[in-house]
């Protein structure tokens, strides 16, 4: 059961960006370019996310467990450290740079493969790089 589920999730989440043009970098990029030529379409897309997530926690303090889960995955950390205003920081100049975040990045893998290609083995050369300097710094 948790296989199908996993898998209508994802397949909702990429007919959702492929709906959404999330998958079209130029849409991205037209979205975060504040002062040239701003495309404010995918504010529509942050509002129906936020609005989701909200609905997700409203479900939360009504439920004592989700459906098909044994115990809700909220996170736990609730500080605002140099790990995260870095992480984040780096993860919007990269989407800002190439329009791709990690969904799309991927879709792009069958959409613009000659894109597609260098963004992946970008993701995964930084995932490394972060697992590395994880183990150096905290084992």
């Known amino acids: 059961m948790n296989?199908?589920?996993?898998?209508?999730?994802g397949l909702l989440f990429g007919i959702g960006l492929a709906f959404s043009e999330m998958t079209n970098p130029a849409v991205v990029i037209g979205f975060l370019d504040l002062?040239?030529?701003?495309?404010?379409s995918l504010?529509?897309?942050?509002?129906?996310?936020?609005s989701i997530g909200m609905?997700?926690?409203a479900i939360k303090k009504k439920q004592a467990k989700p459906l098909f889960a044994n115990d809700w995955q909220i996170p736990t950390l609730k500080q605002i450290d140099s790990k995260l205003l870095i992480g984040s920081t780096l993860f919007g100049i990269g989407w800002g740079l190439s329009g791709y975040c990690p969904g799309p990045g991927l879709t792009s893998l069958i959409n613009n493969p000659s894109e597609g290609?260098?963004?992946?083995?970008?993701l995964l050369f930084g995932s490394g790089l972060h697992q590395l300097q994880t183990k150096?710094?905290?084992k």
């Open 55 to 57: 609905l997700g926690y």
């Open 3 to 9: 296989a199908i589920i996993t898998l209508l999730s």
């Open 117 to 122: 290609v260098y963004f992946v083995l970008a």
């Open 136 to 138: 150096v710094t905290f």
């Open 35 to 40: 002062f040239g030529d701003w495309n404010p």
């Open 43 to 50: 504010l529509i897309v942050m509002v129906s996310a936020i």
